[in-house]
């Protein structure tokens, strides 16, 4: 089995995070150092309030998987990965199939998608996703657990909801890294990643259908949890309402330019919330 970072490290002293209730506070550990604020601090009540009816009303809750759950290419950089899928094409004589834009993007996805597009369906696209998808696989022994994702999703099963995986990722590597933190019991079956009918990769909200209708769930009884603007796009598209989960600033403004309204810095809020809940 690989070994990996405890989900609940942390760096530096304990904070102080207020929920949304005004008279309880709870003394919690600091998150990483990519993290330069903790929980909701700074949000306004209404979205605190936002955040806790949100939460309290979720009977299925929808996990995007690279970001909220853990930080995939923590150790092996999804940058470099879209260089060598860039650098395969090229090695086999293909070298205008991407645009400019699409070789510089450094996102794997892109790439994939690009491909795709001009060849769908092809032996070629089945070879270039294979190819991302054991990279992925790779990047499991590395990958960094967002910091208080593990708690969460044990609470949040404990308390009776049911909880899926929608991702762009292969299900394949979701599942490997699920088993290496003990938490395959927590989704198993609804784990919805990607396919070969790469049309269907957010933004597009088919995984999100698809787990919805596999677990009879409203889309207004369900809540996903992502951390870009596809995944938002895609619960729009479904009419699922949407937490964003930003572990920076940065992200956090990516977010709110997208149109996302409830967002957080740390599960530690979420998890806080659950328990006041339970």
Partial sequence: MVRRPL???HFGPDTLLVTSDTKQTESVPAETEDDNRGGILDATQAEADHLTELIA?????LWDFDGPICR????HAAERVAVDLVEWLEGRGLHGLLT??????LDPHVVLRAVDRRHPGSDLVAELEERLTQE???ATATAMPTAYA????RTWTAVGSRLAIATNNSPRVVREYLLGRGLTSCFVP???GRTQELQHLKPDPHCLNRALNAMGAAPSAALMIGDTPSDLAAANAAGVPFLGYARNDRKEKILREAGATVIVHSLSTVLT??????
């Fill in 7 to 9: 989900g609940n490290h």
């Fill in 57 to 61: 009303r979720a009977r299925v809750v």
């Fill in 72 to 75: 995939l290419f923590a150790g």
């Fill in 100 to 105: 400019e834009p699409e070789r510089e993007s």
């Fill in 136 to 138: 992925e696989l790779r």
């Fill in 150 to 153: 593990d708690p969460v999703i």
């Fill in 190 to 192: 609804h784990i919805y």
């Fill in 273 to 278: 919330l659950l328990r006041a809940q339970a």
